[in-house]
């Protein structure tokens, strides 16, 4: 990340600059999500991605490339259905359900016992693994902003302070 440009005092963090580019990062998002199909359907397909894999370890990685067979295993993740989509995102679930069918039906997931997947194969088409790669560079662009505002800087401070003396012996 690039170092702050700017001193930021505990408490006073510069909201609307932050606010702008969560905006911004979000507005990107959309636009990339609008390239798969309808937003919705977007929206739906990252909530089942990071349902499906939310609960790797950081160490779990593909190979390199963009091909299904580079990816990691579809049995690696783990199947939601799709009112624990709906909750997560806070829609109704005759909303998801709809979607996701949908989805289903367009090949963009797949029904495993258990519930949907985003299996390799989707993330590996012409028209998805852009989209997340662009979502990549613009979360990097909007952190890069974030730091040089001096934002990452006191959220690390703040945190540090939540766990009092240990993690000041830690990083001393």
């Known amino acids: 990340m690039p170092p702050p440009t700017a001193e930021i005092a505990p408490g006073g963090a510069p909201a609307r600059a932050v606010w702008r ?3 911004t990062y979000m507005l990107r998002v959309a636009e990339e999500l609008s390239r798969v199909g309808h937003l919705m359907d977007g929206i739906i397909l990252f909530e089942v991605f990071r349902s499906n894999t939310e609960h790797w370890p950081p160490e779990v990685r593909g190979e390199e490339g ?10 690696m993740r783990r199947p939601v259905t799709p009112g624990g989509v709906a909750r997560r995102l806070g829609l109704p679930p005759e909303t998801v359900r709809r979607h996701a069918l949908r989805l289903v ?3 963009l997931l797949a ?7 985003l299996p ?9 693994f852009p989209a997340l790669a662009a979502n990549a560079a613009n979360l990097q662009r909007m952190m890069g902003a974030l730091s040089q505002l001096g934002v990452l800087r006191l959220w690390d401070a703040e945190e540090a302070g939540d766990h009092g003396q240990e993690h000041a012996a830690a990083v001393g």
């Open 21 to 23: 580019l969560i905006g």
């Open 120 to 128: 390799a194969e989707t993330l590996a088409r012409q028209n998805v």
């Open 105 to 107: 039906d367009r090949g």
């Open 66 to 75: 963009t091909t299904a067979a580079d990816m990691v295993p579809d049995t």
């Open 111 to 117: 029904r495993v016992p258990g519930g949907l997947i």
